[in-house]
């Protein structure tokens, strides 16, 4: 999956919950039936605008961040490749 307009729902997300991105990992761990989560190392490629900013990422990190951000995934990331 491919993150929308570069990463920008995912901040705005994160920001409107009031987390960190140490504190987005700890949720994915808990929202993660098999208990393993996202590395706060995956989520800050989610984010960032630079140079370590990822654009595309598994369906498992998607739907982990999606639940614990409270989002449906369909607002944070798409099949189709983004620009």
């Not at 570069?6 to 009031?18: L, Y």
């Not at 995956?42 to 369906?59: C, D, K, L, N, P």
Request: net charge positive; with cysteine; hydrophobic share 35%.
């Amino acid at each position: 999956m491919h993150r929308l307009d570069n990463g920008q729902p995912i901040r705005d997300a994160i920001r409107k919950a009031g987390l960190s991105i140490e504190r987005l990992a700890e949720k994915t761990k808990e929202v993660d039936p098999a208990g393993y989560g996202i590395s706060q190392s995956a989520i800050g490629h989610m984010v960032s605008t630079g140079a370590s900013g990822r654009t595309s990422f598994t369906r498992r990190s998607c739907d982990l961040a999606a639940k614990a951000l409270d989002k449906p995934v369909e607002e944070l990331f798409t099949n189709t490749p983004t620009a």
